[in-house]
């Protein structure tokens, strides 16, 4: 690639060569030959929180779909963890901007390759696997997950949330053999749809897969996963499978174990999103330049980690009540006093997780002032 067509960027303490014409906002479109979108910054600024709490000295990371080596130089760089990394892109272009942007950093140890991802899983094992690819991670969940050692993590990115979140649920269907639904809250069925789908793929092989951190932004869902082996782990993690359901006329939803009515999604992950432990190993560095959303985002998933699966938005219950949408704070405060489980979720800026019944929060809603 022509120099006269790149541009330096910084993302933390990482310098970086860029495509001049990169993607400033939105999922982007390929544009050349080397894809970057510096919207992705926050996910990434993520990776090294993610990377700094969870790596240890010795461990294997690959970067698969490395495109211009922007995370996987990042993880190298600011994780201060003594790994080994590997970056790889089958697009020479793309291999050679690597080869530029690690040299440029001081980053001499790093390895990269022009390959096929899928060769370099079926040949090599690693601790961590990241793939971020441009659409859909199904093509290389397999080979990862025969690839991942065991206690290693797996960190996948999915940019196609239309047939995910029920846009498409025949689309959903043919790549993950699961049924998505439109709803109010079909960006985390959408979520628990992909991690479903890497558990059923784990089993086959015998293998568990334990979400450590899974979550929802601007145009794409991300997952770090952790793969163990064992069948009874595995039978384990099955055992949490199941379906969403969502009555329209009642707003009533819930998780059940068998599709009851056309719009359920599922099979889906049921379990936890989040490991409370690795949430709280996590520290956000005001070096990072998404610092402070990467901190109000922390503390969202902290919250939420223990709530039950689904949501509900303030603005569909006060439509059904005919009262103003109360405070979200204030309906989350008034809820634990009477009792029942409630948190905001990083899904929605008016969503609120409960283990209280629909009945029982649209009478609580009714009651607030």
């Given amino acids: 690639m022509n120099q006269d067509d ?15 014409s ?46 211009t080596g922007a995370r ?25 901007l690597i080869e530029q942007n690690a040299a440029t950093n001081g980053l001499t140890d790093v390895s990269v390759q022009c390959r096929d991802l899928r060769t370099i899983l079926c040949e090599e094992s690693f601790d961590y696997i990241d793939i971020d690819p441009f659409g859909s991670p199904v093509r290389f969940i397999d080979a990862a997950i025969q690839s991942c050692r065991n206690k290693g993590i797996l960190a996948l990115t ?80 099955l055992e949490r499978m199941g379906y969403a359901t969502f009555d329209r006329e009642t707003l009533e939803r819930g998780i059940g174990v068998e599709r009851l009515r056309d719009g359920d999604a599922g099979p889906l992950w049921t379990g936890p999103l989040h490991s409370e432990a690795v949430l709280t190993s996590m520290h956000v560095d005001d070096a990072h330049g998404t610092a402070r959303r990467c901190t109000k985002m922390l503390g969202l998933w902290r919250e939420e980690a223990t709530s039950p699966p689904l949501f509900y938005r303030v603005d569909e219950m006060a439509k059904r009540t005919k009262h103003a949408p109360p405070k979200l704070s204030n309906l989350v405060d008034r809820v634990r006093e009477e009792g029942a489980v ?8 008016k969503g609120i997780k409960t283990d209280m019944s629909i009945q029982g929060l649209l009478d609580t809603v009714r009651r607030m002032p």
């Fill in 22 to 67: 990169f993607c400033k906002q939105g999922p982007g479109t390929m544009q050349g030959d080397v894809f970057y979108n510096r919207q992705m910054e926050f996910g990434r600024d993520i990776s090294i929180i993610f990377g700094r709490a969870c790596f240890k000295k010795g461990w294997k990371v690959l970067d698969g779909l490395a495109a």
């Fill in 72 to 96: 996987g130089l990042r993880l190298a760089n600011e994780c201060d963890v003594d790994a080994i990394y590997t970056l790889n892109d089958r697009d020479l272009s793309a291999a050679s």
């Fill in 158 to 237: 999915a940019t196609d949330t239309a047939p995910l979140c029920g846009t498409y649920p025949k689309t959903a269907l043919r790549r993950y053999g699961a049924l998505s639904a439109r709803s109010p809250f079909s960006h985390e069925t959408g979520l628990r749809i992909l991690i479903g789908y890497v558990v059923r793929e784990a089993a086959k092989h015998d293998r568990a897969c334990e979400p450590l951190l899974c979550f929802n932004a601007d145009h794409y869902l991300r997952c770090y996963l952790r793969i163990v082996n064992g069948a009874s782990r595995a039978n384990a993690a």
């Fill in 342 to 349: 409630a948190s905001r979720t990083h899904f929605d800026p």
């Fill in 6 to 20: 790149l541009v330096r960027v910084q993302e933390g303490s990482t310098h970086l060569d860029v495509p001049a």
